[in-house]
């Protein structure tokens, strides 16, 4: 959302994968992780990549204190 209201597109995601898109969450660093089949990092500039797929159904993500990813652990 723009400081006047209107709303633009900040990522698109069909290059990952086709909605329906299911979560959102976003870490301390400004980074989205969005999930649906699979999962999307969307950093700041709008620049989308796949981090994560093959999930039957993804659900609850977060995002811990110490900004770790399942990756990283």
Known sequence: M???GSLVTHADLKSIAAPPWNEIVV???GRAYVNGGGMALVTSDGSVRQV???FA???GMSVTPEQRKAADV
């Open 2 to 4: 723009e400081p006047n």
């Open 27 to 29: 870490d301390g660093r």
């Open 52 to 54: 994560a797929d093959g």
């Open 57 to 59: 159904f993804l659900n």
